[in-house]
């Protein structure tokens, strides 16, 4: 059964940036790369450092496609699924979200 939590206003993230919201008691990190209602949602958990510090990463188009770097190992996380770019292996989860009445969902 799925389950939709509101984490904040789409103002709260400003475009091109992410944000940590503990969901469900999971730290997860909601990205908005542009100035619409387009959103990701990763774990907040960086699988080489295993530092909560993906929300924190710098958001980068490769291949058209939209990534997050982590701020400690650099290493890259597809934003649409998680997958890591050097190492699959070492992928994060990916969670739905939404926006529903101006307030930002995650399905986790």
């Known amino acids: 059964m799925s389950q939709w939590t509101t984490v904040c206003p789409l103002e709260a993230i400003l475009p091109a940036t992410g944000v940590c919201a503990l969901v469900g008691g999971q730290q997860i990190a909601l990205f908005r790369p542009y100035a619409d209602d387009r959103l990701f949602a990763l774990s ?8 909560s510090v993906l929300s924190r990463g710098i958001i980068a188009e490769h291949q058209g496609e939209l990534w997050v770097a982590s701020p400690l190992k650099k290493q890259r996380f597809r934003l649409r699924d998680g997958l890591c770019m050097e190492d699959e ?3 994060v989860p990916a969670w739905p979200v939404r926006v529903q009445d101006g307030n930002v969902q995650v399905n986790a």
């Open 89 to 91: 292996a070492h992928s």
């Open 44 to 51: 907040n958990i960086d699988p080489f450092a295993q530092a």
